[in-house]
């Protein structure tokens, strides 16, 4: 069975600190990993999307990493700011002829003053 | 145009009530998707259409009932809910289900949260 686990399941940081937060998979076929933000009550925001042969990819502050082999990804924040506030979650595409997404249940992270 | 709409944004409804809820995108994609999402939990899908067409409904109860008019609406008709119907619903899109990975990137509405009394 496909699945995605993520941690911490939530975080508290101060404003300004860097975090990193962490998804490991079993999906099979692997297509493509992606981290999503989500604010409260609203619907998810993509920050970044990579495939097999990508091992890391940047949006501004945000830095997602892939290890293929070990099935790991992560999600660096850099230089916090409250509005960073959210849940991320990790998603995971198979790829099957109708491709399937995997949620993983997210980090709830909390940025402090 | 690169957005996903929803309305109603809020939703309260007696058990005895029907409504629908309404998702629209004009990015020219062809598969649209229903999601429910329980506070603190990941997105479950629901039902996904692909060129206008149910290809995929994942055991959802009769009492929700989706409809595609065309490919850039996708409607989530509501009827006899139970309070534990209450969520978040996101509609999402993407170019296409089948193919590369490129065309399966799914772009979420900002959802409808719904209260059933």
């Known amino acids: 069975k496909n699945q995605v686990e993520q941690s911490p399941q939530s975080l508290i940081i101060l404003e300004g600190k860097n975090c990193t937060l962490q998804c490991n998979y079993t999906v099979s076929p692997f297509s493509n990993l992606r981290w999503y933000k989500q604010d409260t009550g609203r619907g998810p925001v993509s920050l970044t999307i990579?495939?097999?042969?990508?091992n890391t990819k940047s949006n501004g502050r945000y830095t997602a990493t892939l290890d293929a082999d070990t099935k790991q990804s992560s999600l660096h924040i850099t230089a916090s700011q409250l509005s960073d506030s959210a849940s991320y979650i990790c998603?995971?595409?198979?790829?099957?002829?109708?491709?399937?997404?995997?949620f993983g249940k997210g980090t709830m992270l909390l940025v402090s003053p | 145009d690169t957005e996903v709409t929803q309305t109603p944004k809020h939703l309260v409804m007696g058990m005895t009530n029907k409504k629908s809820l309404k998702c629209e995108q004009h990015m020219g994609h062809r598969a649209m998707y229903w999601y429910k999402q329980k506070a603190k939990k990941p997105p479950e899908l629901m039902f996904v259409y692909s060129y206008e067409k149910l290809s995929i409904n994942e055991s959802v109860p009769s009492r929700f009932s989706p409809e595609c008019p065309n490919s850039s609406l996708l409607n989530l008709h509501l009827h006899a809910l139970q309070p534990e119907d209450s969520a978040l619903y996101l509609c999402?899109?993407?170019?296409?289900?089948?193919?590369?990975?490129?065309?399966?990137?799914?772009?979420f509405g900002p959802g409808t949260r719904l209260t059933v009394l």
């Open positions: 999402a899109s993407s170019q296409d289900r089948a193919g590369g990975w490129s065309y399966n990137e799914q772009f």
């Open positions: 990579m495939t097999f042969s990508e």
């Open positions: 998603v995971v595409s198979d790829r099957g002829g109708y491709s399937t997404l995997t």
